[in-house]
C-alpha cells in the first residue's frame, strides 16, 4: 500500500465512526432520559412516603400512618412481576421501542393523576382506594421498564464496553431520585414544611406529566436495537418468549434472580426508606433528611459510570462480589454512625453504603443481560428482575419499618440488608464471567 494513502485510509475509518458514535450517544440519552422520568415519578412516592400516610390515611401516629404508607408501595411491586409478563414478551415478539414508549407514557400518567387525587380527610377511604390504584398501573407499567431500557441499550453497546454503556440505566436511575429528593429539599425549604403536607406535596406529582411527554417524544426517535432487528429478519423472533425462557433458559432466570436480590434491596433502602427512617427513627428534620438523602444519591450517581468501566477492565464478578461483601460488613456499622445525629456522619455513612450499590450497579445490568440470548432477552429479564423485585424490594420499606417496631432496634434494618447481599454473593460466586464476549443470540 502507498504510505500516503495511509492518512486518508484512517480519516475514512474515522469518518465512519462518527456516525456510530453520534447513535450510541442519541441512543443513551434517550433510554437514559425516559428511564430518569419512569424512576423520577416512581421514586417520589418514597421520598413523600411520610406525607402521603398522613395525607391518605387514617391513623392515629405517624408511625403507623408511615407503615400503611409503604404497604400501598409495595402493593404498586405487586403489579411488577405481571406488567413484566405482558411488556417482556410484547418486547421480545414487536420489538424494544415500541414498548418502552408505551411504559413511560402509563407510569407518568398515573403519576401525575396522583398528584390531583383527594385526601382522606376530604373523601375518606375512596381516597385510599383511587392511590392504590395509581399505585398498582405504576407497579404494572415499570414492570416493562428496567428490563427493556436495559436489554435496548445492551444490544446497541459494543461488546468491549457493555458494562459502560448499560449502567448508565443506574445513573439516570439515581439521578432521578435525586432530582425528585432535591425538588422536595428545595419546595419543603421555600414553603415550609406545613404548607408541603398540605398542599406542596403534590407539585412533585404534577411535574411528571410533561416529563412523560419528553421522554414518550424521545424514545419515538430511535430505531429499534441492531440485535433485535437481525433477528427479527432471520425469523428467529419466539412466538412464545416466556414458554422459552421458562423451559429453556431456568438457569438464566435462577441467575439473574439472584443478581437482583440485592439491587433492589439495596436500592430502595437508600432511595426510598432512607428518607422516612432518618426523620422517624434518627430524628433529623425532614430537611436534612432530604438532603443526607439527596447528597448520597448524587454521590451513587457520580460513582456508577466509572464502575461500569472498570466492570468492563476487570470483569463483573469482581465488581459485584466486592459490592455485596461491603453491604454484608458495612450496612450495621453505617447505621450506627447515622445514629450520632451528626449530619455530615449521616452523609458520609450514605456514601460509604452507595459506593457498594455503585460496584455493584456497575456490573449487574451487563451481567444480566449476558445472561440471555436476543430472542428472549426482554422477557427472561423482565421476569426474573420483577419477581426478585416485587418479593425483595417492594417489601424492604414495609419490612424494615416493621423491623424496628418488632424488635425495638432501630438498626434492624440493617439485617435485611445484610441477609440479601449473602444470597446474591453465594450467587454471584456461581456465575460465570461473561465480560468482553459477544450477546448470545
Not at 53 to 59: D, K, N, T, V
Not at 81 to 96: A, E, K, V
Not at 272 to 298: C, N, Q, R, V, W
Request: proline share 5%.
Amino acid at each position: 500500500m502507498n504510505p500516503s494513502a495511509q492518512p486518508s485510509l484512517d480519516r475514512a475509518v474515522s469518518e465512519k465512526e462518527i456516525p456510530v458514535a453520534r447513535k450510541l450517544r442519541k441512543v443513551l440519552l434517550a433510554t437514559g432520559v425516559g428511564h430518569f422520568v419512569e424512576w423520577f415519578d416512581f421514586g417520589l412516592y418514597g421520598t413523600l412516603a411520610a406525607i402521603i400516610g398522613l395525607q391518605f390515611f387514617h391513623a392515629e401516629s405517624p408511625a403507623v400512618a408511615l407503615l400503611s404508607s409503604f404497604a400501598v408501595f409495595g402493593a404498586g411491586f405487586v403489579m411488577r412481576p405481571l406488567g413484566g409478563l405482558y411488556f417482556g414478551s410484547l418486547g421480545d415478539r414487536i420489538g424494544r421501542r415500541k414498548v418502552l414508549a408505551t411504559v413511560i407514557l402509563l407510569t407518568s400518567g398515573a403519576t401525575f393523576v396522583m398528584g390531583l387525587l383527594p385526601t382522606f380527610s376530604q373523601i375518606g377511604i375512596t381516597a385510599t382506594v383511587l392511590l392504590v390504584i395509581t399505585r398498582l398501573i405504576q407497579g404494572f407499567a415499570a414492570g416493562g421498564e428496567s428490563a427493556g431500557a436495559t436489554t435496548f441499550l445492551a444490544e446497541y453497546a459494543p461488546d468491549a464496553r457493555r458494562g459502560y454503556f448499560t449502567c448508565w440505566i443506574d445513573n439516570f436511575g439515581f439521578m432521578a431520585f435525586v432530582a425528585g429528593s432535591g425538588l422536595v429539599f428545595l419546595l419543603t425549604a421555600g414553603l415550609g414544611e406545613a404548607a408541603m403536607n398540605d398542599w406542596g406535596w403534590r407539585i412533585p406529582f404534577l411535574i411528571a406529566g410533561p416529563l412523560g411527554w419528553v421522554g414518550l417524544y424521545l424514545r419515538n426517535q430511535l430505531e429499534d436495537s441492531p440485535e433485535f432487528l437481525e433477528t427479527l429478519k432471520s425469523g428467529k423472533t419466539e412466538a412464545a418468549p416466556l414458554h422459552a425462557a421458562v423451559t429453556k433458559a431456568w438457569g438464566a432466570l435462577f441467575f439473574c434472580v439472584g443478581f437482583v436480590v440485592i439491587k433492589a434491596v439495596g436500592h430502595w433502602t437508600l432511595q426510598t426508606f432512607m428518607p422516612s427512617y432518618l426523620s422517624t427513627e434518627m430524628h433529623y428534620s425532614k430537611l436534612d433528611s432530604y438532603a443526607i438523602t439527596t447528597l448520597g444519591l448524587f454521590g451513587i450517581a457520580v460513582m456508577v459510570p466509572f464502575m461500569g468501566y472498570l466492570s468492563d477492565k476487570f470483569g463483573r464478578k469482581p465488581l459485584m462480589l466486592a459490592g455485596c461483601a461491603g453491604f454484608i460488613l458495612f450496612t450495621y456499622p453505617a447505621m450506627m454512625v447515622m445514629a450520632n445525629g451528626d449530619m455530615l456522619s449521616a452523609v458520609l455513612a450514605m456514601l460509604l453504603l452507595g459506593a457498594f450499590i455503585a460496584a455493584f450497579d456497575g456490573a449487574c445490568s451487563a451481567a444480566m443481560a449476558e445472561l440471555f440470548p436476543t430472542r428472549i432477552r426482554y422477557g427472561g429479564m423482565a421476569i426474573a428482575y420483577n419477581l426478585a423485585v416485587a418479593f425483595f424490594g417492594g417489601i424492604t420499606p414495609w419490612f424494615s419499618a416493621y423491623l424496628m417496631t418488632a424488635t425495638g432496634n432501630p438498626f434492624s434494618p440493617a439485617l435485611y440488608v445484610m441477609g440479601a447481599a449473602l444470597i446474591t454473593f453465594l450467587t454471584v460466586l456461581r456465575a460465570r464471567e461473561t465480560a468482553g464476549l459477544p450477546l448470545r443470540r
